[in-house]
């Protein structure tokens, strides 16, 4: 497709599961970023992706939190025992080197 | 430390009149800036940008920002506001090569 794609779109699990989002970031571009919104809040900074350089993983806020990238384009971002805090939208966004970001819609997760 | 913040929560508009969105931002070198959009279940949508150059910016949906290094401000603006603008608005400036920090945005209502 022409732009981000994020699956699931929504995503309810009970407390204690884990979780897996999927990225699908644009053809050709080399750089990949994970953020966490929050009800009223900004865009939390999860991780960072270029290229097949080390990611910048200092945003993830625990251990629970990993994320990988295969072959410089998909990534997934997992959470595992989810808790109820980590109810948000998670959106995806990727980059040519340097350009604006072009973002998914989201993938919607309700920790009951 | 780097910050954006955009001291609107909501600002509510008549159809027609004009709008100003504020967003003041901390950094120490010069920035890059950008002000996104978001539509409900959206992700979100580039509106500007400002690298360098000419102050004065101009972006898609009639938008235009101006950059003001003296009161480290980045304040966008529309002359005619339409109905179809009501959305969050989202300030951000260019933290480094990679890094982007989000102000918490702005819920803009358009009332008929």
């Known amino acids: 497709g022409a732009g981000v794609s994020q699956s699931p779109s929504n995503k309810v699990t009970e407390k204690g599961k884990d979780v897996e989002l999927r990225c699908d970031p644009i053809?050709?571009?080399?750089?990949l970023y994970w953020y966490r919104q929050s009800l009223g809040q900004g865009l939390e900074f999860l991780i960072y992706?270029?290229?097949?350089?080390?990611?910048?993983k200092s945003g993830l806020p625990s251990d629970r939190f990993s994320a990988e990238r295969t072959g410089g384009s998909v990534s997934t971002l997992t959470i595992q025992r989810t808790q109820q805090e980590d109810s948000a939208v998670y959106l995806c966004?990727?980059?040519?080197?340097?350009?604006?970001?072009?973002f998914g819609d989201g993938t919607r997760l309700s920790i009951l | 430390a780097q910050s954006v913040t955009q001291p609107d929560i909501h600002i509510t508009v008549s159809e027609g009149a004009s709008l100003e969105l504020r967003c003041n931002y901390s950094?120490?070198?010069?920035?890059?800036l950008f002000w996104y959009v978001q539509s409900p279940g959206q992700g979100l949508q580039l509106l500007l940008k400002?690298?360098?150059?000419?102050?004065l910016v101009q972006g898609i949906k009639g938008f235009e920002a101006e950059f003001k290094r003296s009161q480290s401000s980045f304040n966008l603006r529309k002359p005619s506001v339409h109905w179809s603008d009501a959305a969050e608005y989202f300030c951000?400036?260019?933290?480094?090569?990679?890094?982007?920090?989000f102000g918490t945005g702005t819920r803009l209502k358009v009332l008929a």
């Open positions: 966004a990727s980059s040519p080197p340097g350009q604006p970001q072009h």
């Open positions: 053809s050709g571009h080399t750089a």
């Open positions: 951000a400036v260019g933290a480094g090569t990679y890094k982007y920090i």
């Open positions: 992706f270029q290229g097949n350089s080390a990611p910048d």
């Open positions: 950094y120490g070198a010069t920035p890059y």
């Open positions: 400002y690298f360098s150059g000419d102050t």
